[in-house]
């Protein structure tokens, strides 16, 4: 005890030493920096005081007459800010003062504050004044009147000011350290005792370690060899608690990472209960949340093929591969089963991968493989049909053979139709297409495909009604590829719409957008068949008499969404159909 009693006498004398010069060397840089900062404070008052008087007096100084009211509000300036102000000529003559008659005041052109209000827009100096008998600090900024200098406002005040502001703070400075000597004395008595409490400290520290409470950090505040001690104890119950929560964040990563997997991830256990799994695996094997008790692959996992797969990997202990169709979903997983041997018996981990995208996108191609060679056989057959008898009819038959070769230039023309629109709708669908957009004025665009398709409507005996407002605004597009959605829509309504039916054109505003819309009275469409109206190769079959290939409406679709805009079909069989799209108005 005795030593302790020593050591915290000495460590209390050795702080208040310490705090005390270091209070002495802060208040020695305070008071320099209060000294230089009230000066500084004293001389922006002044400037913004004697920018408010030329501002108040300019608009009287060029005038002669005004110079009383000059003097006046020289006067009043002076008696609101308590300071000695005045106003100067550029000429050095003094016009008004608030402390001296300006007759009897010298001239003014050589004082340094006037100079250099003129010069740099801002003068000071500090000089005793024989009339007041005091050192003043002055402040002088020029007048400006309509862009032009025609004087200079000063504003001063006795130093005696500031130096009394400064002796103010240097007082409370001194006040406050001792203050704070005294309170540093109390703490370094207060910081002895408690570098006494050191060792018993740290022994309470290894106890509560040992109870288990990995947060308990002993405070190493004396500055012997007792500090290292308190350091290394806590360096190592800072270890302990990082490995613990080391642990805890891999543990949390690997569930985030199990989480945000697209692959399944189950872990099957030697009992066949489900260990591990994510929401991907029981998003692709359509599994409810499990549950803490019946987790048994077998009756949550109702697949014969997944089953077998994993009774296999566990009795071989080899890697199984395979994929699987699951229903009703119609979903095609690929399945990997890994076994994971370890002391508790054989593990199996099931990597679960969708393959129904992939899947889908196969279908896709051969259907789009297997359209395009339905659409080409029949022309195909056709020319070489007509080929072969046009060998045997050149001579035989000139006018046949023409007949002939007119029907060989129409298939040729409607393969080479179908190509170009196969062209066209991959490149819409890659994305690769760059519209080239100008403003579009869609009335005269409308009217200008009606002029080209109005002859096939005369053709067939169908009316075609055009309707719309009196200004409709223009919208950035590619002339061009609107014009197609147009002419694809426009034509397929007189199509398919029988002799002495009517087709109606009808665009107006609708909030945010421009809508287009292109109602018939044709045959309609079964509803069916509306979801899949713009898929392309997609033909109703009421309408397979037509030689069209189903690619327009897909392209309609295409470019509208090129556009920003939307596409959207309403049909009733045997009443009509209506087309309608939408454009994006700029600035809306």
Not at 70 to 76: C, K, M, P, S
Not at 491 to 498: C, E, R, V
Request: charged fraction near 20%.
């Amino acid at each position: 005890m005795r030593f302790y009693h020593t050591l915290r006498w000495r460590t209390a004398i050795a702080f208040t030493l310490l705090i005390v010069l270091s209070l002495g060397i802060v208040s020695l840089y305070l008071i320099s920096y209060v000294r230089q900062t009230a000066f500084h404070d004293l001389e922006e008052e002044l400037k913004k005081e004697a920018l408010l008087l030329a501002n108040t007096v300019a608009p009287y100084l060029s005038s002669p007459a005004d110079l009383p009211r000059v003097q006046e509000l020289t006067a009043g300036h002076g008696a609101i800010v308590d300071a000695r102000v005045t106003v100067i000529a550029l000429d050095g003559l003094v016009v008004a003062d608030n402390w001296e008659p300006p007759a009897l005041m010298e001239d003014h052109s050589q004082r340094p504050e006037f100079l250099g209000a003129l010069a740099s827009g801002l003068g000071k100096s500090t000089r005793l004044s024989m009339y007041a008998n005091q050192h003043l600090l002055y402040i002088a900024v020029p007048v400006v009147f309509e862009a032009a200098t025609i004087g200079v406002a000063r504003v001063a005040v006795p130093t005696a000011v500031a130096q009394a502001r400064i002796n103010r703070i240097i007082a409370t400075v001194a006040a406050s350290g001792m203050v704070v000597a005294l309170m540093s004395v109390a703490l370094a008595f207060y910081v002895a005792h408690r570098t006494s409490r050191s060792v018993r400290a740290v022994t309470e520290g290894a106890r509560r370690l040992a109870q288990g409470d990995l947060e308990h950090r002993v405070e190493a505040v004396s500055m012997d060899e007792t500090q290292e001690l308190a350091r290394a104890f806590n360096t190592m119950a800072t270890s302990l608690r990082d490995m613990v929560r080391n642990l805890s964040d891999e543990h949390s990563k690997l569930s985030a990472v199990l989480d945000t997997m697209a692959d399944g991830v189950m872990v099957i256990g030697p009992q066949d209960n489900v260990e591990l799994s994510n929401q991907a695996a029981q998003w692709l094997l359509g599994l409810p949340p499990l549950s803490s008790t019946e987790n048994s692959f077998m009756s949550l996992v109702r697949d014969h093929e997944l089953q077998q797969l994993v009774s296999a990997c566990q009795h071989t202990g080899e890697q199984q591969r395979g994929e699987v169709e699951l229903l009703p979903h119609r979903r095609y997983l690929s399945a990997i089963a890994t076994p994971l041997p370890d002391e508790g018996g054989d593990r199996v981990l099931l990597v679960i991968h969708d393959l129904t995208r992939i899947r889908q996108v196969e279908t896709t191609r051969r259907e789009f493989v297997s359209n395009v060679s339905h659409e080409l056989r029949t022309p195909l057959a056709s020319v070489k049909a007509m080929a072969e008898t046009l060998e045997d009819m050149v001579t035989a038959d000139p006018v046949a053979a023409r007949d002939f070769l007119g029907r060989i230039n129409r298939e040729v023309d409607w393969m080479t139709e179908l190509v170009n629109d196969l062209l066209e709708l991959a490149r819409l669908e890659s994305g690769q297409t760059v519209l080239r957009l100008a403003p579009v004025d869609m009335k005269t665009l409308i009217e200008e495909t009606l002029s080209i398709l109005q002859p096939v409507a005369l053709a067939k005996q169908v009316t075609i009604e055009w309707q719309a407002v009196d200004s409709l605004p223009s919208i950035p597009g590619e002339r061009s590829r609107l014009r197609q959605v147009l002419i694809n829509l426009i034509d397929n309504a007189i199509k398919f719409t029988p002799a002495h039916g009517r087709v109606t054109i009808t665009a107006d505003r609708q909030g945010n957008s421009l809508r287009v819309i292109i109602a018939d009275t044709g045959i309609g469409i079964p509803k069916e068949h509306l979801p899949h109206i713009y898929e392309r190769f997609y033909k109703v079959d009421r309408s397979r008499r037509d030689r069209g290939a189903g690619l327009g409406l897909a392209i309609v679709k295409h470019i509208v969404q090129a556009h920003g805009g939307q596409v959207a079909v309403e049909s009733q069989e045997g009443r009509g159909s209506t087309f309608s799209f939408t454009l994006p108005i700029p600035g809306q």
